[in-house]
Structures are given as C-alpha cells and as structure tokens.
C-alpha cells in the first residue's frame, strides 16, 4: 500500500507508476480529493474539539460566578458542538474508509533500475544457464502430455472427469517424482537457512488483501461457500492461491524484533487458481492448471538489506534447476509485466524441449515460468502491518517483504518428462532425485487398468 504521505507528496510518480505498470480503473485523482476532504475534516473535527474543550472549562467558572444565564448559554453551545463533531467525525471516518479502498487499487512504485515496457516482448533477459553441456535428445521430443499418456503416468481425462478441465491425475512414477521433487526442495532450501512451515490452505479475505491478491485478483481465487462476484467480508474464506499469502500474513499485525531478521520461511502448499489460459498448445497438459503444488520461499527483512537479498534469494531459488542440471534463464521484468505488488521482480523460466514456441530458444522447445522472484519493499507491509523495531527503545517501522517460487511444481515436471526423455521412450531420473525414489533411475511406464484400455488395442 502507498503511504499517505507519500501519496500527498509524490501524486506525479504515483501517476506514473499506474502508467508504466498499465494498471486500469484508477482515478488518482478522486483518491487525492478524498484524501483532502478527510483532512480537511479532520482538521474541522480539531478546531470543535478544541473550542468544546475551551467552553467546557468556563461553565464551571460562570457558575462559580453566579452567571447562570450565561452559563446556560455554554451548555447549549457545548451540546451543539457536541452534534457537529460527532457528524464530522462520523464523515471523516465514511472517507477513510474510502480512502483505504482507494489505497488498495493504487499499485506498487517500480524500482528506478526497472526496465520501461509495455508487456513480455520489453522484459530483459539477464542470463542463461545449463546450455553449454545439454544431455543428447532424442530426434523428435514427444510433449510431456502424449508421452505421459503413453507411459499411463498423467491422466488428463479422468482429472477432467473428477474435478473438471485443468485438473488431472499423476500415477505411478510420475505420482512418486512430483513427491520426490517437494522433499528434494525443501532440503535444498532447509540447507539454505530457511525455516519450514506448514501453512493452512483456507486463507482469510483480509490475508488476501494483506498480500495484495485482493482486491485487484478476486476473479482469479477459489472461494469457498460463495460467489467471486458477490461481497465479500474479512472473514469470508479462500482456497490458497501461493504459500505467499499464509505465510506472509503469519506476522500481520506484528511487530518483529531486529535480532529475527533476515528471517526466511519455506512451505510447501497445493495452490488453487482459476488460470484462465489461451487457446493452442498453452492449455494443453500440466502447464496451465487450476491446481499445482509449489514450494514458496517468504523473506521479511530490513529495508536497508531487501535488494541485497532479492539477488540472494534469485540464486536460492536457481540452485534447484541448478543441482538438477536443467538448462533455464533468467528475466528481469519490466514495468509493464511486473505485476501489481513488485518493485522489482525476475522471472526463472525453465527450458521444455518438447513443443517449439516462436519464442523459445534457437535450441527449439519453449520457456517456462517455474519461479517469480519478488522484491514487495514495505508494499504489503503497510497494507498487513508487519513492523520491526531496530532498536527496543526506537519506533517500529515496516519491514521490506520478498518471496521467490522454489520452485512450481507441473512445469518443472514438464522439463523433466521432456528433457530427460530417451529414444525408448523412458525419461532418466535425474540423480539428485533418486534416493528420493528409492533408487529409481527411470520412468518405465505401467499397464493402464479397464476396459477403456482394452478397447484402445493397449492391453489382450
């Protein structure tokens, strides 16, 4: 959230900000003119108070003197100011909470070292790694959603009849590498300091808000026991769309200590989302799915300290694809792709061999967006008030808040059906994966089960 000051001080950079980040639906200025009127208001609400104050202690004294009349008369006047403050203050608190709503629409100030864009197409590719000494492929790579179905390890038709379109089952091995990958994660990211949580899954409206999903992001969220398009209160109920939002909003309302910071939480969650996709091959297979699995990484730190560790946490994130040596670059964003809460953020995109994108390597196969990795500076800080106290005799201030994918689980799984992939038609098992699988080196595949598998001609 903008501070208010801030927003009286720096309306232009405000407007700016809105431009570049092509942000919709916002009118700045109504947002300063409640803001006036509040002041305003508020200003009023001092004077009542200060001249009720003022005729409060002469009615004593005019009684004392034996002006009753007079004394009457303050009464009176002491009541009617009484009325007005009350209809002022009553105003003035209507507008506040106006301007909080306001507040919530107005997005995050890019960092100056942004790069000015209007969509993907501006983003800055910063570096690319894993390329030099790539596996042999075969000659044709099949796309992990016809291999999957071959081996019987993806089902895409019966999570469609279950749970409806963008959900699916994974069976056997790959069921057991999906586990392999949430353990081998969260040790990679215990190794590097970071303390686990299990969040809860059902978040609260008000966490929705303090992370800045909502309300910018309502049309987007799963919610329980009602409608996207109807009302919704603090308390109403959300199935959780990242680890993000639980576990930043662990310390709303809190005030941290300086000896906990930096203090880094990983968690692993099932995410829901209403992904809306695009026609073709994006909405094929495990890449645009209404529920995936993900291992997040939350920062709080101090302000001084957050762009050092935006950097650390990009290469905490990496040393995933790192260890499981798949190829991959790294995006700095620019402001028009940046999103509503970042100041700064880079994107990690995986490489899948398996279907060639127009924007995809010259090596073929497509990018995929496995990590976004974020610096909020005090954005949802203010918006959750999470402060620290530098020192225990200084004010509290809001900590700066980060968080990085660690990565998401379906297109990490898709490079590895796709890259590892061999000419029989196995995927290797990436080593690290293996004392995760019991030993297992590779994805063999298994007898579909039922008569539908007779049927095809699969099983006698």
């Known amino acids: 959230m903008i501070p208010r000051q801030y927003l009286r001080e720096q309306p232009e950079r405000i407007r700016d900000a809105i431009e570049k980040k092509g942000v919709e639906g916002v009118d700045l200025d109504r947002v300063l003119d409640i803001d006036e009127q509040w002041r305003d208001l508020k200003a009023r609400g001092d004077e009542l108070r200060h001249e009720r104050n003022e005729i409060s202690s002469r009615i004593g004294e005019l009684k004392q003197d034996g002006k009753e009349a007079q004394a009457q008369e303050a009464i009176e006047r002491s009541q009617q100011l009484k009325d007005e403050l ?3 203050e009553e105003r003035a608190d209507e507008l506040e909470a106006k301007l909080e709503d306001a507040l919530l629409e107005i997005p ?3 960092h100056e070292d942004v790069p000015v864009g209007d969509d993907e197409s501006d983003n800055v590719e910063r570096y690319r790694r894993g390329f030099d000494d790539l596996r042999e492929l075969p000659g044709e790579v099949v796309p992990h959603y016809d291999l999957g179905e071959e081996l019987d390890v993806l089902d895409f038709d019966r999570g469609a009849k279950v749970s409806g379109g963008g959900f699916y089952f994974l069976k056997g091995e790959a069921a057991r590498l999906e586990h392999a990958l949430i353990g081998f994660m969260r040790d990679v990211h215990r190794e590097q300091g970071y303390r686990e949580v299990f969040p809860p899954i059902p978040v609260r409206s008000k966490s929705m808000e303090g992370t800045g999903q909502f309300p910018k992001f309502v049309d987007d969220a799963y919610r ?9 209160d603090d308390d109403d109920l959300w199935l959780c769309p990242t680890a993000e939002v639980p576990v930043t909003n662990m310390h709303r309302d809190e005030i941290l200590l300086d000896d906990d910071l930096p203090l880094k939480y990983q968690a692993y969650t099932p995410n829901f989302r209403r992904e809306a996709g695009e ?3 994006e909405t094929r297979g495990m890449v645009r799915v209404h529920q995936f699995n993900k291992v997040e990484m939350v920062n709080f730190v101090r302000p001084e300290d957050s762009y050092d560790r935006l950097e650390g946490l990009l290469e905490e994130a990496e040393a995933v694809l790192d260890r499981l040596d798949l190829p991959y670059r790294v995006l700095e964003m620019c402001t028009g792709d940046m999103g509503f809460t970042q100041a700064k953020k880079y994107d990690i995109e995986v490489w899948a061999p398996g279907d060639d994108m127009d924007d995809g390597p010259e090596e073929g196969g ?3 967006e496995v990590s976004s990795v974020s ?5 949802q800080a203010r918006r959750a008030g999470i402060r620290y106290r530098p020192e ?3 004010s509290a201030e809001y900590v700066h808040t980060l968080n990085g994918s660690g990565l998401a689980l379906p297109r990490v799984m898709v ?3 796709e890259y590892y992939q061999n000419d029989d038609g196995t995927v290797t098992i990436p080593e690290p994966l293996r004392p995760y699988m019991g030993g297992t080196e590779l994805i063999e595949g298994q007898t579909p089960v039922g008569e539908s598998a007779v049927g095809a001609g699969e099983r006698e």
């Open 279 to 281: 026609h073709g091959t």
């Open 415 to 417: 490079a590895i059906l």
């Open 366 to 368: 497509r990018w995929l």
């Open 375 to 379: 610096n909020f500076e005090d954005f």
């Open 108 to 110: 995050q100030i890019p």
């Open 392 to 394: 225990r005799h200084e």
């Open 224 to 232: 329980l026991g009602g409608g996207n398009d109807e009302p919704y």
């Open 86 to 88: 009350q209809e002022v």
